[in-house]
């Protein structure tokens, strides 16, 4: 089963647009076991017709959420920090 997920993981890295049809069909596995794969293994959900990842490792969530908690601290300190933010540029 290891080498299986081994396989699929490899696949979606290299294609994150593949189908669960594709990926049964290149693997030589059932789709039911593809799709429990991507589902249990790899946290994937289904949208519309398309298997698509969570974009954020964890560790990327945490980073982002001590980011953010920074820079509230830093506004609550200083609270003209929010005039330098640019948000758009409205001659776009």
């Known amino acids: 089963m290891d080498e299986n997920i081994e396989k699929i993981g490899k696949l979606i890295c290299e294609n994150r647009r593949l189908s669960i049809r594709g990926l049964a069909e290149i693997t030589r596995?059932?789709?039911?076991?593809v799709r429990h794969i991507l589902h249990e293994s790899f946290n994937m959900r289904k949208v519309w017709a398309k298997l698509v990842p969570k974009l954020l490792t964890p560790k990327q969530k945490e980073s982002r959420m001590?980011?953010?908690?920074?820079?509230?601290?830093?506004?609550?300190?200083?609270?003209?920090?929010?005039?330098?933010?640019?948000?758009c540029d409205d001659n776009i």
């Not at 596995?29 to 076991?33: F, R, Y």
């Not at 001590?66 to 948000?87: E, H």
């Open 29 to 33: 596995i059932d789709k039911e076991c």
């Open 66 to 87: 001590n980011i953010c908690a920074d820079t509230l601290n830093n506004i609550d300190t200083d609270p003209g920090l929010l005039d330098a933010v640019i948000t």
